[in-house]
Structures are given as C-alpha cells and as structure tokens.
C-alpha cells in the first residue's frame, strides 16, 4: 500500500502525482530528528494549564510554539486570548494561517499546548518535564497528549515545504493552525473564542488531532466521543454532628447514607441504573478483555462491570464514577454521626444522548432513592455534548487512503470514552465543516497518567498521514 506508483495497461508505472507517497515519506524521515528536537523542547515547558500552576510557562509555551508555526511557513502567527464565562481571561492560544488560494479549501489543524499536571512525581520513572527516549518512546508529560499532535501539524507542513522546493506543487489549499492552550482545564474559553475569532478560524476540513490509534501499526479514524455530566450530589440527616454512642441506632450516619445512595447508581451487574439514560449502537470493533484489563491495570480475580461488549460499554453506553467524596477524614475521625457528606458524580453519555435530559434523569434518580428521606441536594457541574462524525464524508474518504497509505494498513473507526466538548462547541459554530479527529496516542501513551509516552514510529506515520490528507482535500478528494 505504500506504492506511489500504478502500473498502466502496459506495464510502464504511472506516476499518481496527488500522492508522492515515497517522497513525502523520505522528507518525514529526513526530517524528523529535527522535529523530534522540537517535541522534546516543548514537553520541558510546563505548560500546565491548571490554575494552581504557574501560567508563565503556559505563556512561554504559546511562544516557543508561534515561533515553530512561524518556521513551519505560515506567515500570520497570532497569540490571543478571550475572556472566559467568569470574566477573566483565557489562556494564550496561538493561530497560524496561510490563506487559501481562490477558490480552494481551508483545513484547520488543531492541537493543544498545555497539559495536564504531573501529578504524584514519584510515580513517574524519569522527570515528568524532561522528555527521555527509551527504545522507540519518548516520556514526557505532553509527549504525547497533545505536544505530538502540535508537531504532527508542524512536521506535515515542513514535509509538503520540502516537497514544493522539489518541484512539486505547492500545496493548493488554506491551512490555519489552532493551538489552544486550555484544553486539559475544560476550554473555559473557547466558545468565547469561537465568537470572537470566528472568520479567522473558517475552515472548510477540521481535523482535531488529540485523540488515538488503534494500536501500535493500526491507524484509526475516532469517529465517537463519549460527553460528560457532572455535579455534586449532598446528603444531609442532621442539623448538627452528634455523638455516636449517645445517638447512634436510630439515625444512620451521612456517609453510610450517601454509600447507600451511591449503591442505588448501579445494578448488581454493573450497569447504570439511572433510568432514562440511552446508548448508542455497538460499535464494530471491540477492544479485547485482556488488553482492556492490562491498559486499565485491573487487578487480577477483579470482575469487569456492566454488559456487551467492551468497546460498547466504553464508547455507546452511560459510565458513572464517583471521583470525589466530602466526608471526614479517617486522621480526622471522631465519634460522632457525620450530619451530611457529598460526593462529585461524573457521568459519560454516549452520542445521541442529550447532556441536559441525562443530568435531569441522574438527579431525579438521586432524589428519588434519598435513603431514609434524607435530604439530598444537586449541585451541577460542567456538561459537556458527546459526539459522531458523519458517516463517510469526503473528508473522511480522503483521510482513510491517507491513513492506509502511510501505514500500509486500513484505519478502523473507533470511539472514544473520554470527551472532547470543544468538538460540539466546533460544529456548531462551523456547521458545515467536515471534522476529522485524529491521532498520536495508543493505547500505551498512558495521557494523563504517569509515564505519558508518545511512539516515535507512529509519530512518523502521523505527520506522513496528516500531508498525505493535506495533499488529498487539496486535489478535491475532501
Ligand atoms: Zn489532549
């Protein structure tokens, strides 16, 4: 699959000029110690974007990034910033253009500069913030989620460069490159960037790349994403905390009350309980039980929860956790009946399920089992809309030949768990443009967690899939 060339009728080769598959390929491969210079350059900026954090490194990572885009040959490399819904402002994002010649397509590439913190450095095998190759990995907080993706987009555009300096044509398309610097604090300000930026971020193909490939060699087009519901949820049983020998029988404790409430989520198998709540179809990949129980770590004799298959208990069904709980600290324990506790609820829906209607039946799920009458409050948090991309656009047809084409592989679709909410907040105020999420991760990158790799071989593949794509909506196949 990696043949640029068709054999004729004849049998003398015929070049196919919209690929240059094997010259793009060498220019990547020519190129990319550079361009891996620059991902490791980057990952040592610790862009954590979450406000305990110092955002100078946010601001300095927004730099080192326009001064990339800037040396990747677009000529209008902006820094901005829009308020979030609080009034304060947003952190930088950097957009990068070359306008489109006439009557030629726009792609917007997006990417994220800032990260996640590292969170418990001990549990890292190397200093989060200085990127190490081991074999064909780089470690690094950002390595791979989304610092790869960021120079995916570079390492594309440098590529089709050197293809043009060759005599190839130049690439007959627009290219604006988007590089927000919130994702991984919730993009509090992206609408309001949207609004704000909306004809200079006009693009006819979008293709996000902060999502996942299959596996190591399988590429993978993330045509689902899971949206999120969260909130807290309270139980109060007493005016005030009184001792637990003097009055403990009759009245039961908070705690024990919110464990009885938070039970009431689940039914003994492990599906959601909450009634209302829909599922999309099974997809049609399923992601296998023991890779599932060594990606997630389950210990050993654990049971998996819920039913069907894995992939859709994943990516088209509701997942509910517990993720935080407000109660007395064991350190802190006394004896005494704990008057009330809270507990935050994260909810994943599945596409086709309305984040309002699914937090509207989660809380008149929590008020409807209020154990022993308790009272029990909702306080929301974020929402955030799942999604599914159109089936078989011609954006998406071109990004499949580019896909198997630099794999030498068919891409699959696959869903994601997680949630991209800026990705709905992206259709709607571009209804018209094809959405493409793409990848650098796999399922060892481990984003988010300890030991966040990126795969160095993929990365190549990426960068080469990404001018490929470029290159194809640019002959009109997007
Ligand atoms: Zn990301």
Do not use: C
């Not at 039970?263 to 179809?281: E, I, M, Q, R, Y």
């Amino acid at each position: 699959m990696t043949d640029t060339r068709s054999s004729a009728p004849d049998g003398a080769p015929t070049a196919r000029p919209v690929d240059d598959a094997t010259t793009l390929r060498a220019h990547v491969e020519r190129q990319f110690p550079a361009l891996q210079a620059d991902l490791e350059r980057l990952v040592r900026i610790p862009s954590v974007s979450a406000a305990a954090f110092d955002q100078a490194h946010v601001a300095a990572s927004a730099d080192a990034v326009a001064a990339l885009l800037r040396g990747a040959g677009l000529p209008d490399v902006r820094i901005l910033r829009s308020d979030r819904p609080d009034g304060t402002p947003g952190a930088p994002a950097v957009v990068a253009r070359r306008p489109a010649p006439e009557g030629a397509p726009t792609v917007l590439l997006y990417a994220h500069h800032d990260v996640q913190p590292p969170g418990d450095a001990a549990a890292w095998a190397t200093d989060p913030f200085e990127p190490v190759q081991v074999g064909d990995r780089l470690y690094g907080r950002g390595a791979a989620d989304d610092k790869a993706g960021l120079v995916a987009h570079v390492g594309a555009l440098r590529a089709l460069a050197a293809l043009a300096e060759d005599g190839g044509a130049d690439l007959p398309v627009g290219i604006t490159v988007f590089v927000e610097g919130e994702e991984e604090s919730g993009s509090p300000s992206f609408r309001r960037f949207l609004a704000d930026h909306r004809e200079l971020l006009a693009a006819d193909v979008i293709v996000v790349a902060d999502s996942t490939n299959w596996k190591v060699g399988v590429p993978a087009l993330t045509t689902s994403l899971r949206g999120l519901v969260d909130g807290v949820v309270e139980v109060e049983v007493l005016g005030h905390a009184v001792h637990s020998g003097m009055f403990g029988g009759p009245v039961l404790d908070a705690n024990t009350l919110l464990a009885r409430l938070v039970a009431t989520l689940h039914d003994d198998a492990g599906n959601v309980a909450v009634a209302g709540l829909v599922s999309a179809p099974e997809p049609e990949v399923d992601y296998d039980e023991a890779a599932f129980r060594a990606d997630a770590s389950v210990l050993d004799g654990v049971a998996l929860a819920g039913e069907g298959t894995i992939a859709g208990r994943l990516w088209a069904k509701p997942a509910l956790s517990v993720i935080g709980i407000d109660a007395t600290s064991v350190a802190h324990a006394s004896n005494t009946i704990a008057p009330r506790a809270a507990a935050k609820l994260s909810l994943r829906i599945p596409p086709g399920q309305d984040p309002q209607a699914a937090e509207d039946a989660l809380r008149a799920h929590l008020e409807a089992h209020a154990p022993f009458g308790a009272r029990v409050t909702w306080r929301p948090g974020e929402q955030g809309r799942a999604f599914h991309a159109a089936d078989d656009s011609a954006a998406m047809r071109a990004a499949r030949s580019a896909f198997a084409a630099a794999w030498g592989t068919d891409p699959v679709d696959i869903g994601v768990g997680g949630s991209i909410p800026f990705i709905a907040d992206l259709l709607e105020f571009f209804p018209d443009a094809a959405v493409l999420v793409t990848g650098v991760e796999d399922p060892d990158s481990r984003a988010h967690g300890a030991d966040e790799s990126v795969h160095l071989g993929e990365l190549r593949k990426v960068v080469l899939a990404e001018a490929l794509l470029l290159r194809r909506v640019g002959a009109g196949e997007g």
